[in-house]
């Protein structure tokens, strides 16, 4: 039984810890939950990013026996796809509809991941310095103060961990991509997914990065291609992108 099974406050329905979110998002996300795990659904896209995602992560760290935390995990594609790596995952999210679904889907394949209904700000309280490798994919776009995230994920690595992430840029690109073409033309996406003020620059998460004592090492395009219903990484950033960074292996140790 995993530890969200046993504790009652990832079970309640009510998240534990934290105001850095907005319940517009929420409510918007959760309504997709029925259909997360659908690859001809409204997650498409998602779905044929999800090898890339964690093929770039491999890539810059070992998952087996790696201690790894999804954070943002929606209804657990990435979050599985590190479990069958390897990894002991935690996962959390604050759309209770998500995590049910994640719960479901975690009883049909028999893949151990550790979800809760829980803030990333509150576990990094109850679990500091504890993971190896933190994922945050798809996420910093929908919150109000996506910096503050940035600094707890890098509060619950340990010292010599990496911290993978993927936004998306503020480019007209992006904008003519991500929610023009995504959302109105080629409909892949359902309307209002995203909003465009609440794209970041890479200059703006590298900032985050280093206020929160983490190396940026990487930066990487990230390109859907619909027409094969493909990803792949790219040189170009000005769309999609994924993001490593290591916390120094001489950073204080929190948990201490």
């Known amino acids: 039984m995993s530890s969200a099974a046993s504790n009652p406050s990832h079970d309640t329905g009510a998240p534990a ?9 929420l409510d918007k996300f959760g309504a997709l939950a029925n259909r997360w795990w659908d690859p ?16 770039y992560v491999a890539r810059r760290a070992p998952l087996r026996e790696a201690l790894a935390l999804d954070v943002g995990c929606g209804g657990g594609l990435l979050s599985e796809a590190l479990a069958a790596s390897g990894a002991q995952v935690t996962a959390i999210d604050l759309a209770p509809e998500l995590i049910k679904v994640a719960k479901l889907h975690r009883l049909e394949t ?26 945050c994919m798809e996420m ?37 991509l991500a929610i023009v073409g995504a959302e109105y033309v080629a409909r892949l996406l359902p309307k209002g997914t995203h909003q465009y003020r609440d794209f970041i620059k890479p200059s703006e998460l590298a ?16 390109m859907y291609e619909p027409w094969r219903n493909g990803a792949r990484i790219v040189p170009r950033a000005d769309v999609n992108y994924l993001a490593c960074a290591l916390k120094p292996a001489d950073a204080p140790d929190a948990s201490a």
């Open 110 to 135: 028999g893949v151990a991941v550790d979800y809760r209904l829980q803030s990333v700000e509150s576990l990094a309280q109850e679990m500091p310095a504890r993971f190896d490798v933190v994922t």
């Open 207 to 222: 900032a985050w990065l280093r206020e929160a004592g983490l190396h940026l090492e990487d930066v990487s395009g990230l």
């Open 17 to 25: 810890g934290g105001d850095n979110f907005s319940q517009a998002e």
């Open 140 to 176: 910093l776009e929908h919150v109000p103060d996506p910096g503050a995230i940035v600094r707890a994920c890098a509060s619950l690595l340990k010292p010599g961990g990496r911290l993978f992430l993927s936004t998306l840029n503020r480019t007209p690109a992006a904008f003519a």
């Open 40 to 55: 001809q659904g409204p997650q498409k896209p998602l779905h044929a990013l999800n090898p890339v995602r964690l093929d």
